[in-house]
């Protein structure tokens, strides 16, 4: 049940233009790492990036890791 609005959470702050990068991914990576969360739940961020990500600069804070 949390996968639909986690994605529609991920969806929005990615829309939101270069003002919600930073937003979006502090929430990704905060997301994949809470044990809360279950690992289909972890892995939202990650679809919405392969999804929405058009240029490598969309990736920066993955090549800084």
């Not at 790492?33 to 990736?59: F, H, K, M, N, Y």
């Amino acid at each position: 049940m949390l996968r639909p609005s986690l994605s529609l959470t991920f969806n929005e702050v990615w829309s939101d233009g270069q003002s919600g990068r930073l937003r979006f991914w502090n929430l990704a990576f905060a997301v994949a790492c809470e044990a809360r969360v279950s690992p289909v739940g972890q892995l939202v961020g990650s679809v919405a990036i392969a999804e929405q990500a058009e240029t490598l600069t969309d990736l920066q804070p993955l090549l800084m890791l």
